[in-house]
């Protein structure tokens, strides 16, 4: 079965600092991986996604994230956050045995400070 | 072009009663998710539709839920003789279901609140 843990389920940084939102999978084949984020009372909206090919994927709203499969991580980064990020983050992992449903970390709220 | 839509976007029902949650999904996508999202559970995948193959039943929590997918575009989750714990946003996904294409675009959700 896949599985997905997301490291901090509060992250508070200061506008303009670095954001690192952190992310690990289990799964018995290739993964699919994806961020996506939740703003208050709204669905989701998909930040990014790794499937093949490069491992450094770059996202809307300036947000990137690496696949390292030695590690069997997928943390997302922003080099400068802004007011604007603050919301719920979500890590998901697909594929292989789990099919084309998506598995779900428990999310991380990031809060940016003035 | 539109997105996922679903309706309603609340709902409040009685314990006891059934509902039924639509959804609609991006036009030309072939594959339908449901998933509902609460506040100890997270989210979590109840049922996948793909085109005209047998549903992926295997995250409905009892057989009071079941759903259906209609011509293969609109989807519509019941839930019947509803139960407090049954509370939560209730959000469906599609997928264009082509090769190589695999994120999911997400709805708005439906809140439902067993009284």
């Known amino acids: 079965a896949q599985s997905v843990t997301q490291l901090g389920s509060h992250v508070s940084v200061s506008e303009g600092a670095l954001v690192l939102l952190r992310c690990n999978y289990s799964?018995?084949?290739?993964?699919?991986l994806f961020w996506y984020v939740q703003y208050p009372n709204q669905g989701l909206q998909l930040l990014l996604k790794?499937?093949?090919?490069?491992?450094l994927v770059k996202g809307i709203n300036g947000f990137e994230a690496e696949f390292k499969k030695s590690e069997t991580s997928f943390h997302l980064t922003k080099p400068s956050a802004h007011m604007s990020d603050a919301a719920e983050y979500f890590c998901?992992?697909?594929?292989?045995?789990?099919?084309?449903?998506?598995?779900f970390g428990a999310g991380t709220i990031l809060r940016v400070k003035s | 072009g539109a997105g996922v839509s679903q309706s309603p976007s609340n709902k409040v029902t009685e314990k006891g009663k059934d509902v039924e949650l639509r959804c609609d999904p991006i036009?030309?996508?072939?594959?339908l998710y449901w998933y509902r999202q609460s506040l100890g559970q997270g989210l979590e995948f109840l049922i996948y539709?793909?085109?005209?193959?047998?549903?992926?039943k295997s995250g409905l929590p009892s057989d009071r839920f079941s759903a259906e997918r209609t011509g293969g575009s609109v989807s519509t989750l019941t839930i019947q003789r509803t139960q407090q714990e049954d509370s939560a946003v209730y959000l469906c996904?599609?997928?264009?279901?082509?090769?190589?294409?695999?994120?999911?675009?997400f709805g708005p959700g439906t809140r439902l609140t067993v009284t």
């Open positions: 996904a599609s997928s264009s279901g082509l090769a190589g294409s695999y994120e999911q675009y």
């Open positions: 036009s030309g996508h072939t594959a």
């Open positions: 799964s018995s084949v290739p993964p699919y």
């Open positions: 790794y499937t093949t090919g490069a491992t």
């Open positions: 539709f793909q085109g005209n193959s047998a549903p992926d």
């Open positions: 998901a992992v697909s594929g292989g045995s789990g099919g084309n449903k998506l598995v």
